[in-house]
Nanobody
Framework: QLQLVESGGGLVQPGGSLRLSCAASGATLDAYAIGWFRQAPGKERERVSCITSGGVTTYADFVKGRFTIFRNNNENTAYLQMNSLKPEDTAVYYC??????????????WGQGTQVTVSS
């Protein structure tokens, strides 16, 4: 059974950076798309970024130019590098494994989430 564990969240000042990790165990990620999502208090969960098994990336408009998604299949881990963080980026961040090599929609597996708080 695949398990995903996020890490790397924390408290950071506006303009700062964090790198989130999504480590998989129990199965490999290399044949699947991986997505990062976030959910702020009182809001719906929203997709932040997706990377296909082939490395094609997509980003939500609100993070374009600031966040970078990448994966290391040797480590069975996906990452989200977050730069120029804003207070509105505050949320619980989740990774999800897609149902195929291309799509991050409706992930089949979720991690438990990691809190990111951007505040001075």
């Amino acid at each position: 059974q695949l398990q995903l564990v996020e890490s790397g969240g924390g408290l950071v000042q506006p303009g700062g950076s964090l790198r989130l990790s999504c480590a998989a165990s129990g199965a490999t990620l290399d044949a699947y798309a991986i997505g990062w999502f976030r959910q702020a208090p009182g809001k719906e969960r929203e997709r932040v970024s997706c990377i296909t098994s082939g490395g094609v990336t997509t980003y939500a408009d609100f993070v374009k130019g600031r966040f970078t998604i990448f994966r290391n299949n040797n480590e069975n881990t996906a990452y989200l590098q977050m730069n120029s963080l804003k207070p509105e980026d505050t949320a619980v961040y989740y990774c999800g494994r897609g149902r195929n090599f291309l799509s991050c929609a409706t992930p089949a597996y979720w991690g438990q989430g990691t809190q990111v708080t951007v505040s001075s």
